[in-house]
């Protein structure tokens, strides 16, 4: 049973930062490229940041220069950190894993305002 856990999103105001978290199980977390979408009310879900099991990462050009994707495997955890955050930042942010984009999590709310 593969299980995605979002959590760290919250309120943030504009060029505040946040660090999400992404845990997971039931599956052997380095195998396998870990991504971070969003999803904003009325809009379509896209990719915000990717990750592959050697650390090739990959980025939105909007999040370029702001966000950054690690991970950490001894804890089968990865990680988005967001910095200079703005208002259309606000959304649904979902953990993703597998070659094929498999598995997701629940996703974690984070709300971007002053």
């Known amino acids: 049973q593969v299980q995605l856990v979002e959590s760290g999103g919250g309120l943030a105001q504009p060029g505040g930062s946040l660090r999400l978290s992404c845990a997971a199980s039931?599956?052997?977390?380095?195998?396998?490229?870990m991504g971070w979408y969003r999803q904003a009310p009325g809009k379509q879900r896209e990719l915000v940041a990717s990750?592959?099991?050697?650390?090739?990462?990959n980025y939105a050009d909007s999040m370029k220069g702001r966000f950054t994707i690690s991970r950490d495997s001894p804890k089968n955890t990865v990680y988005l950190q967001m910095n200079s955050l703005k208002f259309e930042d606000t959304a649904v942010y979902y953990c993703?894993?597998?070659?094929?984009?498999?598995?997701w999590g629940q996703g974690t709310q984070v709300t971007v305002s002053s």
């Open positions: 039931g599956l052997i977390f380095d195998r396998y490229p």
């Open positions: 990750i592959t099991p050697g650390g090739r990462t």
């Open positions: 993703s894993s597998g070659w094929s984009w498999t598995y």
